[in-house]
């Protein structure tokens, strides 16, 4: 089979795969897909970001919602925010002019059962 025919994952499709890293090694390609993942949330500013979306009232928040937050301009916000976006992290919708942002809640279990617990 060659590998144009293979499905690609998004990187939370291959976390989702993936057994918790405390139960088996972590294979080179699965690592290679994760790893977007992981370096999205790996910048301070994101990883707020992610954050104060998920805990905002209603669960998601606009732009607006979070420049108060940061001392960045709005078009540095929403470049970190597109990050998390294309990584699988947030989803979107856009109403009337703004934007407005949720965590994606099948990224965060899947991140959360790949770090995985350390039970016996």
């Known amino acids: ?30 690592a290679e897909r994760i790893a977007p993942l992981l370096k ?10 992610l ?11 606009c732009v607006c919602d979070l420049n108060d937050a940061f001392d960045l301009s709005q078009p540095t916000i929403s470049h970190h925010l597109k990050v998390l976006h294309e990584a699988g992290l947030l989803e979107r919708d856009k109403r009337g002019v703004w934007v407005y942002y949720r965590a994606s809640q099948d990224a965060l279990r899947s991140l959360a059962a790949l770090i995985g617990s350390t039970a016996p």
């Open 1 to 30: 089979m060659s590998k144009s025919l293979l499905p690609v994952l998004t990187p939370v499709e291959a976390v989702a795969c993936c057994s918790p890293l405390s139960r088996e090694p972590l294979a080179q390609d699965a």
């Open 51 to 61: 954050s104060l979306v998920a805990s905002h009232e209603g669960g998601e928040a």
């Open 40 to 49: 999205a949330l790996a910048d301070p500013v994101r990883l707020r970001l």
